[in-house]
């Protein structure tokens, strides 16, 4: 399941996990105990036409035992309508001075990133120390210095951006008020982020700001899950999701207590062992501490 972004291409981030792995697999080898190279043979094959899009690898050892693996596309980037650029720029000035101080406090206070992220939170697991010498500590405290001299600044300024740019946008634009075409410059420079900021910061807007949209994006990955869950794309012994970005607060949520997933798990659980199927979920730059911090601040739905 992918992040966000304006060029999301149904089957693309299919095709990179899966022939990441293929490639993994044909390039590994073993010898047997005379020596010689023993290299599985790997078959690939993909349907970017399906509906939805899907991969599989075939696996046949050296000893002959064979493994399928289905990979199948939870691909939600048309689940919901962009929002209008000026929407997602609203809601960022909202969310953007705080959310600079969050990223800036967090790398300061907790560089192993193992920390609860809500204020207040109960005692979580184990605490991996950062471990390192005291010369990779003291560089890694210069980095976060100048990097604090531009995000604390700049989370102070974001939300005073906000009526210098809307003069901008409305100042009228003849005579003297507007020389050598200075505003018009100024304007196309500023609607240039138009498309980052509907299409790509949009998705997160969309996600946290309504319920039914959310839904929507949602739904596309617990489709996948249950169909798998009921055999629908061939026999399954067991599920990994590989999520990114984005895709990884789409996946907590999917899994979260209540949802349709959990409640397909849990009607297997009066069957045999034999229909019970693990979720393995693996997350790739995730973005689930700032959406949940985002949240805070966000329509609560």
Not at 50 to 66: E, K, Q
Not at 245 to 260: F, H, P, Q
Not at 266 to 276: C, K, L, P, Y
């Amino acid at each position: 399941i992918h992040g966000i972004g304006d060029n999301q291409e149904r089957g693309d981030f299919l095709a990179r996990v899966t022939n990441g792995l293929a490639d993994a697999l044909a390039g590994s080898s073993g010898t047997d105990s005379a020596g010689r190279p023993l290299v599985p043979t790997v078959d690939r094959e993909m349907d970017v036409e399906a509906s939805p899009a899907r991969a599989a690898v075939n696996i046949t050892a050296p000893d002959g035992s064979r493994a399928r693996w289905v990979f199948v596309e939870a691909f939600w980037a048309n689940s919901f309508r962009p929002p209008a650029a000026s929407t997602v720029f609203r809601w960022f000035l909202r969310q953007g001075g705080a959310q600079l101080r969050h990223i800036f406090w967090g790398l300061w206070r907790d560089p192993a990133n193992d920390s609860d992220y809500w204020p207040g939170a109960p005692a979580g697991g184990e605490k991996q120390p950062y471990v390192a010498g005291w010369f990779l500590r003291s560089l890694y405290r210069v980095e976060l210095f100048a990097v604090g001299l531009v995000l604390l600044p700049l989370s102070v300024l974001v939300p005073l951006l906000f009526p210098i740019i809307w003069l901008l946008y409305w100042i009228p634009r003849v005579g003297p008020l507007n020389p050598f075409g200075i505003f018009d410059q100024v304007q196309k420079a500023l609607h240039s982020l138009d498309p980052f900021l509907s299409r790509s910061l949009g998705d997160t807007q969309r996600y946290l700001e309504h319920g039914m949209w959310s839904a929507s994006v949602r739904g596309v990955l617990e489709d996948v899950l249950i169909a798998m869950l009921k055999d629908e794309y061939g026999e399954v012994d067991d599920i990994t999701i590989v999520a990114h970005s984005m895709g990884c607060v789409v996946t907590y949520d999917a899994l979260a207590e209540g949802g349709r997933v959990a409640h397909e798990m849990a009607s297997r659980r009066v069957g045999t062992q034999g229909d019970r199927k693990k979720i393995t979920f693996v997350s790739v730059g995730s973005g689930i501490n700032q959406s949940f911090m985002m949240a805070r601040k966000s329509d609560r739905f």
